[in-house]
């Protein structure tokens, strides 16, 4: 009773019928990575197996001497998994792509499979702080050195890029302070010692900002955030040229186990068919939103890119195609008045999540951002009456008059 009218493993979502002019990244949202089996489905298929069979033994054998293009077991690759790898490469504009278990897992193999002991890593200093601890915690403990500058200062980046240096990580915009670093100018710099840049871009994200055409050459992502961003997986993604995906980044991780399940594979194909209206509304959202917050008298401060108030406001226009979906503003007032204020808002949760389709608070010093103790926070400026607005899908209105009334 198969109605089956095409071969197994069909692969040619086009039919034969490819466009011959170039697709808008919106539309390659959609479309690219579309593998259909003989079925000729809409949605993509799930293929929820670990492993996969051969007809021989020789022909297993083929398959692990890499002459055919077979996939052999799902830590290595999965049909599924693979589809989002190539429709979120497209969508970036890269060669290739490895999708990861979790956002972490991308940071940690983007940066570990390039590093041995005694090589040097420059990075800025305003970042995520599990970021933080693999750099300065987890890969010093193995012998690797690590240096961090103010992400804004022209000099210091030139200083700690004089020196022979490995890797170069970048968060830009950064988590929670949204601070903005020059990409290109740090490239250029960074290539002069020979050195990979890779740029932590979950804050840009794929719409906003794209790193490898401002001279990076690495770009990650946790796709928990904006990719998936209706609060359902976890998920990674490490892009890149095909020779850092496969020489680099494949055999490190295919041994070490950090590949994305199937399931978080399929949810997110979907994911990346709205992500382009998803964060362009959101963004916009954002935009009024840190406008009416810094024309509030109860607010001391609010670091948002395209805020013409904002420090780094024509870097941001230059490099980025809107200011991200993350507010970070400070409370006039202590610790006291500002979890007060979280907890007087009615439709904005409280949650350490980001990019997601609902609006979440966050406390960064006392939550995600606890870990790196007071010290470290206050040099990247986070304060206790500081908070993180993740801006979500909701009519910017009630976001509005949510504030207004909790402030008050
Ligand atoms: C959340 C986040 C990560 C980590 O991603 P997970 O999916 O939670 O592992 C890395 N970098 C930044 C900037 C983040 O916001």
């Not at 692990?64 to 190539?86: D, G, Q």
């Not at 988590?175 to 932590?200: C, F, Q, W, Y």
């Not at 991780?253 to 990346?272: D, E, I």
């Not at 608070?361 to 606890?370: C, K, M, N, V, Y």
């Amino acid at each position: 009773m198969t109605q089956r009218t095409r071969p197994w493993g069909y692969q040619d979502p086009f039919d034969g019928k490819k466009p011959n002019w170039q697709l808008h990244p919106d539309t390659l949202a959609l479309r690219a990575g579309l593998s259909r089996s003989g079925f000729g489905e809409t949605g993509e298929a799930l293929y929820l197996s670990s492993g996969f069979t051969y007809d021989s033994a020789e022909m297993a054998e083929a398959a692990f001497k890499e002459e055919t293009a077979h996939h052999l077991y799902s830590r290595f690759s999965n049909p599924t998994v693979a589809m989002f790898e190539e429709r979120l490469a497209a969508l970036e504009g890269a060669e290739a792509c490895f999708a990861t278990a979790t956002g972490m897992s991308a940071m940690f193999s983007s940066v570990a499979c390039l590093v041995k002991a005694g090589d040097r890593i420059v990075a800025s200093m305003s970042m995520f702080s599990s970021c933080y601890v693999v750099l300065n915690e987890i890969l010093p403990a193995w012998g690797v050195e690590i240096e961090l500058v103010d992400g804004n200062d022209k000099k210091k980046w030139a200083d700690a890029l004089a020196k022979p240096t490995k890797v170069v990580f970048i968060e830009s915009p950064s988590n929670p302070m949204m601070e903005i670093v020059d990409i290109r100018m740090v490239s250029d710099l960074a290539h002069k010692v020979g050195a990979t840049v890779i740029v932590d871009n979950v804050m840009g994200s794929p719409v906003l900002q794209k790193p490898l055409e401002l001279g990076a050459d690495v770009v990650m992502y946790s796709a928990t955030k904006h990719i998936d961003g209706q609060g359902r997986v976890l998920g990674g993604a490490i892009l890149g040229s095909k020779d850092y995906i496969k020489n680099s980044v494949i055999p490190f991780t295919r041994h070490t186990g950090q590949s994305m399940s199937a399931f978080n594979a399929w949810v997110m194909l979907k994911s990346l068919e709205t992500l382009t209206m998803r964060v362009e509304r959101m963004a916009s959202n954002a935009l009024k939103v840190a406008e009416f917050l810094s024309n509030e008298k109860k607010i001391e401060s609010v670091s948002y890119p395209f805020l013409k108030s904002d420090k780094n406001y024509k870097l941001a226009k230059k490099q980025m195609r809107g200011g991200g979906t993350t507010i970070g503003f400070k409370i006039k007032g202590n610790k006291e008045k500002t979890f007060k204020f979280m907890n007087a808002l009615r439709v904005i949760d409280i949650s350490n999540n980001l990019g997601d389709s609902k609006s979440l608070i966050t406390h960064p010093a006392s939550t995600t951002h606890r870990r790196l103790g007071p010290e470290i926070q206050l040099q990247m400026g986070i304060t206790p009456n500081l908070v993180r607005l993740s801006v979500g899908l909701e009519n910017v209105d009630d976001l509005i008059a949510d504030l207004k009334q909790a402030l008050k």
